[in-house]
DNA sequence: TCTGGGGTCCTAGGACCC
DNA sequence: TCTGGGGTCCTAGGACCC
């Protein structure tokens, strides 16, 4: 409450970073909201929710003001509606907030090569040879919200520790507008004192898991036997507790992980029951993430389809090619056989494809040995591309996607 | 109030190979 | 004649994060 009303910021003094901890956690307060307020300042003073106004749509972001009569992220946006009636209700622009984020890190990057971006509004840097330079972990700290307040009128908590899940606690705990430093030797009495819930990666069904047997906090996941605690939560889950609850952390501070998977998918404004309109906005769902492959010059190995009915149930189906692709059509088939294949008949609220098994297409065989059919696709792909990058995605649509929408446009 | 969309990682069973 | 055990890949489902 207070911190929510600025009274009493969380911010250690820099003063306090006895030179133990060198990772630095860097997380943007409601970073859509205010990015939005940059561009909307009358709106500063109002209760502000980011979100699509659909009826099957949820709060992406509020700011604290709108987070103060209950609205969160994920909630129904109804529901946002009803508790904060007054919120001004703003439409996601994801190429604004890439762009912010962008000039976040580039600023994060002076500071240290050693930056490893999460998501949008979050990363961690590792300042260890940065002290030369900059000061303490805690100076950095000060000047890097500083920089970003004054250069890009956004604010940031930042959370400073020895290890990066510690740091990303420290950063969460300070929230909005902190700083705080948990020294080596402060560490584990930071984490002793925690319900295990808060440690990233422990959610609803995790935590439940262990309070069947009574546990609840960190000191107590600390104080069982690792056999014991593997037979609550399984052995991989066992261990990153077990490391956790010791304040120990291996991987250190990575600048650049390749992606795994790319995918797309939607929850549709109706349930559909016809297998041929699903069937076409699958087709069309294949379009995008087949072009981030080729723009980023992978190949897809599995191609996943999910489907999710009325009542929640979701399902899922895989596919494993031969070979390895980027041709859209390849993968549309792909997609379309995998629905096919799954005898699904039942109203449908959610239609999605997913790529993983991600290659290099430099690592890959050359492929201009290849003959027939597949050939023309990917000649068409090229075209494609280039009229997309040229005049929008709308602008290039699928034969059976568009029957589809006009079918159901009639 | 009625549940988004982008992801990552883990588990478990079965196939298949050595 | 019956049977071990480990490794890897595939598939389906689910937990979790922002």
């Not at 307040?149 to 705990?173: C, D, H, N, T, W």
């Not at 009574?214 to 939560?233: A, H, K, N």
């Not at 699904?344 to 065989?365: C, I, K, N, Q, Y």
Request: net charge positive; proline share 5%.
């Amino acid at each position: 409450m207070s911190a929510q009303d600025g009274s009493h910021r969380r911010v250690t003094p820099a003063e306090h970073d006895d030179g133990t901890a060198h990772i630095l956690h860097v997380d943007m307060d409601a970073f859509f909201a205010s990015v939005e307020l940059l561009d909307h300042p009358e709106l500063r003073d109002r209760p502000v929710i980011v979100a699509h106004d659909a009826p099957r749509s949820v709060v992406t972001t509020a700011n604290y003001r709108a987070r103060r009569f209950g609205v969160r992220s994920a909630m129904p946006v109804a529901m946002a509606k009803r508790m904060c009636p007054g919120a001004a209700l703003l439409p996601p622009r994801h190429g604004l907030y890439r762009a912010a984020s962008a000039r976040v890190m580039h600023i994060l990057a002076e500071f240290s090569p050693l930056v490893e971006q999460v998501s949008v509004d979050e990363a961690w840097i590792d300042v260890s040879g940065a002290h030369g330079l900059f000061g303490s972990s805690g100076a950095i700290a000060e000047r890097i919200r500083e920089r970003l307040r004054a250069e890009l009128g956004l604010i940031a908590s930042v959370g400073v520790a020895p290890v990066k899940f510690a740091a990303k606690l420290a950063s969460g705990m300070c929230k909005p507008d902190g700083l705080l430093i948990v020294n080596r030797s402060e560490l584990q009495g930071f984490l002793d004192a925690l319900p295990v819930g808060a440690l990233s990666g422990v959610g609803e069904h995790t935590r439940d898991r262990l309070s069947r047997y009574g546990v609840s906090t960190v000191r107590q996941v600390r104080e069982l036997r690792y056999p014991r605690l593997v037979r609550m939560v399984g052995e991989a889950m066992a261990r990153m507790l077990s490391e956790r609850a010791r304040g120990r952390q291996t991987d250190g501070v990575t600048p650049v992980r390749a992606e795994r998977s790319i995918g797309r998918e939607v929850t549709l404004p109706e349930d559909l029951s016809d297998s041929r309109e699903i069937l076409a906005t699958l087709s069309a769902l294949v379009e995008g993430p087949s072009r981030t492959l080729r723009a980023q010059k992978l190949l897809a190995r599995t191609v996943t389809l999910k489907l999710r009915d009325a009542d929640f149930q979701t399902i899922s189906r895989s596919h494993a090619l031969s070979v390895p692709t980027d041709t859209t059509q390849v993968l549309v088939e792909a997609a379309r056989d995998l629905f096919i294949g799954c005898g699904w008949d039942r109203p449908t609220r959610l239609v999605g494809v997913r790529f993983t098994g991600l290659v290099s297409a430099e690592d890959a065989p050359a492929r201009d040995v290849l003959w027939g059919e597949e050939d023309r696709w990917r000649a068409a792909d090229v075209a494609s591309d280039e009229i997309t990058q040229r005049f929008g995605t709308e602008s290039m649509v699928r034969a059976t996607a568009l029957r589809a929408s006009r079918r159901r446009s009639r």
